[in-house]
């Protein structure tokens, strides 16, 4: 649970006492949506008796969560570093799945008009904003409230991995928003949104997205280490060097490529997504047609990022000419 400040030793006595009435309260009358509706499940005393999500407890992070090493993780897959009134543990699972199908676990991601580790719209970032200030004012005070306050204007995906965190319980409210990650807004499937129905994430072999691996500078040499073949960065690494190499393009266009192959994906080159118009193949979702044009079987295709780039690239350079002006068809249309 979130944790209260601390008071002094006179006001610990009325405190406990107005925290157990709160306490039976909350579990008699869960909290309402913040569109005023009630949640779909029932409270967690009167939850069937479902099986239990393998979900390890999440952690505390103090009276100042938002400070912690934690929030400040910005990258990958953690358990959720909000443990408040919207938080049950019966829907982890599916969280970790909104955020694997969201952005592959990057709480930066800002490459549309939907941003961050869920995709909030900007509008819905404000409503988020606006609900959450309730309970952080009752459980942190002033310095929740300021902290909050130093939110507000700042784009979603600048928010540390505990106010996202935050955003996405208290819009969620335990079931009540779920329609904000439905298939709806154009995605092939849907998290199963009902308690303790979704196991196993993140995943490696569901929708485009897998764990990432972290990279960066080795600390001890402060030299960057080569990237495994067949990871992202690698897979990054060696289309930057083709594009600039075969055609010229510098890093705006890289950039563009970068943006738009992470959203095909996730810059890995064994996904085949089995759309109903599909399949479609490896690091830029192209399909058996125009691969087969360019002279490679599926197999020989699907083992070789090299020859993914290579396809890719002409297809982005037959269909529109440059990385940038595929990204920005791929962001009016959500493909390319």
């Known amino acids: ?3 209260r400040q601390k008071t002094s030793r006179q006001a610990l006595a009325a405190i406990a006492a107005a925290a157990m009435v709160g306490t039976f309260v909350a579990l008699a009358a869960p ?28 952690p505390d992070l103090g009276d100042a969560p938002w ?3 934690e929030a400040r993780d910005m990258v990958g897959y953690r358990l959720s570093t909000y443990t408040g009134k919207y938080y049950d543990k019966r829907f982890e699972q599916y969280r970790l799945c909104v955020v694997q199908r969201e952005s592959g676990g990057r709480y930066g991601e800002s490459s549309s008009a939907h941003i961050g580790a869920y995709q909030f719209s900007y509008s819905l970032a404000g409503q988020a904003l606006r609900s959450m200030r309730p309970e952080i004012s009752a459980v942190f005070g002033r310095s929740g409230l300021a902290a909050l306050d130093r ?10 991995r505990f106010w996202q965190d935050t955003a996405f319980w208290t819009i969620f409210n335990g079931g009540a ?12 499937w849907n998290c ?20 990432l691996e972290r990279s960066g500078k080795d600390r001890s040499s402060g030299a960057t280490p080569a990237a495994a073949f067949g990871t992202p960065e690698y897979n990054q690494r ?17 950039r563009a490529l970068k943006d738009m192959w992470w959203r095909e994906s996730n810059w890995r080159h064994t996904v085949i997504n089995n759309h109903p118009n599909g399949p479609w193949y490896g690091l830029g979702q192209v399909n058996g047609g125009f691969i087969a044009s ?8 699907m083992r070789s990022p090299q020859a993914q780039i290579k396809v890719g690239v002409a297809y982005i350079k037959q269909r529109y000419g440059s990385p940038l002006k595929a990204w920005s068809f791929w962001q009016s249309n959500g493909w390319y």
């Open 294 to 301: 360019r002279g490679y079987t599926i197999k020989e295709y």
């Open 67 to 69: 400070t912690s090493p």
């Open 31 to 58: 909290p309402a949506s913040a569109t005023g509706s009630q949640p779909v499940t029932a409270s967690r005393d009167d939850a069937p008796n479902e099986r239990a999500p393998r979900v390890p407890n999440a």
């Open 192 to 211: 199963d949104h009902s308690p303790n129905a979704e196991s196993g994430w993140p995943s490696p072999n569901r929708y485009h997205y897998a764990p």
């Open 151 to 160: 939110l507000d204007g700042k784009p979603m995906y600048t928010w540390n």
């Open 238 to 254: 060696l289309a930057r060097t083709y594009i600039r190499d075969r055609h010229g393009w510098r890093f705006p266009e890289f």
């Open 177 to 188: 928003g779920w329609s904000h990650w439905s298939s709806q807004w154009g995605a092939s």
């Open 1 to 3: 649970m979130l944790k």
